[in-house]
Nanobody
Framework: QVQLVESGGGLVQAGGSLRLSCAASGRTFYTMGWFRRSPGKERDIVARISGSGGDTYYADSVKGRFTISRDNAKNTLYLQMNSLKPEDTAVYYC?????????????WGQGTQVTVSS
């Protein structure tokens, strides 16, 4: 099965930290990313990382606080979230591209809830 499974979400106080994991299986993925969606809002990209891990991108809202990484030996994607704010509350989704370039994110996880309290 080709599958992405997120874990690590939960409830945390403002200023705290969480690390999200995305376990991939079934194939090798190239670019991978984290997206999030809050109630009543569109799904937005949080961060993405190249297949090798050498190139990263972050949304302005999370720069300096979040770090995306991957361990290709474990076929796992991570998102380290520090200095969390209530505005970070959302369902976080892992996504992946099955081709090196020129494709949309064609695989998605089920999402994991992150709630940040004041």
């Amino acid at each position: 099965q080709v599958q992405l499974v997120e874990s690590g979400g939960g409830l945390v106080q403002a200023g705290g930290s969480l690390r999200l994991s995305c376990a991939a299986s079934g194939r090798t993925f190239y670019t991978m990313g984290w997206f999030r969606r809050s109630p009543g809002k569109e799904r937005d990209i949080v961060a993405r990382i190249s297949g090798s891990g050498g190139d990263t991108y972050y949304a302005d809202s999370v720069k300096g606080r979040f770090t995306i990484s991957r361990d290709n030996a474990k076929n796992t994607l991570y998102l380290q979230m520090n200095s969390l704010k209530p505005e970070d509350t959302a369902v976080y989704y892992c996504a992946a591209k099955s081709h090196l370039i020129g494709t949309e994110y064609d695989y998605w996880g089920q999402g994991t809830q992150v709630t940040v309290s004041s």
